[in-house]
């Protein structure tokens, strides 16, 4: 954001930033920005990644045509791939472990709500995959959009992990290789998780064997004239498809589309101001018209059984 301010361009990101020597989402420091963009007459569009960006987008399309009164929110994120690799992550190591180790945390009437990580899970339905046992994580675009749909009285995010995932990242955590402090080593001071980083699969090669889909959505329960409406609006996409067209698996597609797609909606005009927003902030209906043209298409549902 410096950067762009400094060259006189507009900003764009696919996640919130945290700082190097704690994992902690928040955007108060990019929010602090906003007066800074408005001066300079340039717009920065903060999480224009899947989640957040699509999920966000997709919580403003159920705000606009759907509901009066958005009340329940909950993100779901399902992975139902398999990669045959023993231990891998499907982005960024340093930056997923740090996400998926620190404690839950979600928004009810008013309060965030901490929990021990992994502390509260369900079985959950994912369409074309069944169930998948998933886990309430802290992700940061609740803070967005709790603040920008103040009619929401409990938000939730919650993410599948398999058994063996987690018993490899309780073995990573005990023997210390989560930490993100200094330690010396041979005289040299290194960060144990940037080293583990180093000596994992590269989540880039991982595209190759990886079969499945990925299944990302928003299940929301509100008021639409006077009456409790559910919705379910939600993306599938192939692992197999996307390394088929692109030679990466499917969440890097799912990350890349929405990126290149908020970039299109700015230098058309369709998504434009000064200052800093966050997507759903923006009308959803021209991205959402052009997602699945670009490989991302999705579906929605009324009035079923969000399980939630």
Same mark, same amino acid.
């Given at each position: 954001?410096?950067?762009?301010?400094?060259?006189?361009?507009?900003?764009?990101?696919?996640? $919130?930033?945290?700082?190097?020597?704690?994992?902690?989402?928040?955007?108060?420091?990019?929010?602090?920005?906003?007066?800074?963009?408005?001066?300079?007459? #340039?717009?920065?569009?903060?999480?224009?990644?899947?989640?957040?960006?699509?999920?966000?987008? &997709?919580?403003?399309?159920?705000? +606009?045509?759907?509901?009066?009164?958005?009340?329940? #929110?909950?993100?779901?994120?399902? $992975?139902?791939?398999?990669?045959? !690799?023993?231990?891998? *992550?499907?982005? $960024?190591? %340093?930056?997923?472990?740090?996400?998926? *180790?620190? +404690?839950?945390?979600?928004?009810?009437?008013? %309060?965030?709500?901490?929990?021990?990580?992994?502390?509260?899970?369900?079985? /959950? $339905?994912?369409?074309?995959?069944?169930?998948?046992?998933?886990?309430?994580?802290?992700?940061?675009?609740?803070?967005?959009?709790?603040?920008?749909?103040?009619?929401? !009285?409990?938000?939730?995010?919650?993410?599948? &992990?398999? %058994?063996?995932? /987690?018993?490899?990242?309780?073995?990573?955590?005990?023997?210390?290789?989560?930490?993100?402090?200094?330690?010396?080593?041979?005289?040299?001071?290194?960060?144990?998780?940037?080293?583990?980083?180093?000596?994992?699969?590269?989540?880039?090669?991982?595209?190759?064997?990886?079969?499945?889909?990925?299944?990302?959505?928003?299940?929301?329960?509100?008021?639409?004239? =006077?009456?409790?409406?559910?919705?379910?609006?939600?993306?599938?996409?192939?692992?197999?498809?996307?390394?088929?067209?692109?030679?990466?698996?499917?969440?890097?597609?799912?990350?890349?589309?929405?990126?290149?797609? =908020?970039?299109?909606?700015?230098?058309?005009?369709?998504?434009?101001?000064?200052?800093?927003?966050?997507?759903?902030? &923006?009308?959803?209906?021209?991205?959402?018209? !052009?997602?699945?043209?670009?490989? #991302?298409?999705?579906?929605?549902?009324?009035?079923?059984? #969000?399980?939630?």
């Amino acid at each position: 954001m410096d950067a762009c301010l400094e060259a006189g361009v507009n900003y764009l990101d696919t996640a $919130n930033y945290e700082p190097k020597e704690e994992a902690k989402y928040a955007y108060s420091w990019q929010w602090a920005y906003q007066d800074r963009f408005k001066e300079a007459g #340039l717009l920065a569009v903060l999480g224009c990644g899947f989640d957040p960006g699509v999920t966000s987008i &997709f919580t403003a399309r159920a705000a +606009k045509h759907h509901f009066d009164e958005i009340h329940y #929110l909950d993100i779901v994120d399902c $992975n139902g791939g398999d990669h045959g !690799k023993a231990f891998a *992550t499907n982005f $960024n190591p %340093e930056i997923n472990i740090r996400e998926i *180790t620190q +404690k839950g945390k979600y928004y009810e009437n008013g %309060e965030w709500i901490e929990t021990e990580p992994h502390e509260i899970s369900m079985d /959950l $339905n994912y369409p074309n995959i069944g169930p998948k046992r998933s886990y309430l994580i802290n992700h940061e675009e609740l803070e967005s959009l709790v603040k920008h749909y103040p009619t929401i !009285k409990r938000a939730r995010f919650w993410m599948t &992990f398999g %058994e063996e995932y /987690l018993t490899h990242l309780r073995v990573i955590q005990n023997i210390g290789m989560a930490r993100i402090d200094t330690v010396n080593y041979k005289g040299v001071d290194i960060v144990p998780l940037e080293f583990l980083k180093a000596v994992l699969p590269d989540p880039g090669d991982l595209g190759e064997n990886y079969t499945g889909e990925t299944s990302i959505g928003c299940r929301i329960r509100g008021i639409k004239d =006077g009456q409790e409406k559910t919705y379910y609006i939600w993306n599938n996409c192939s692992h197999e498809a996307a390394y088929k067209e692109t030679g990466a698996q499917g969440v890097s597609y799912t990350t890349g589309v929405p990126a290149m797609l =908020g970039a299109m909606m700015v230098l058309t005009g369709k998504w434009s101001g000064t200052g800093v927003f966050n997507v759903e902030q &923006f009308n959803p209906d021209p991205f959402l018209d !052009k997602l699945g043209e670009y490989g #991302l298409p999705w579906q929605e549902e009324t009035g079923g059984d #969000l399980e939630l």
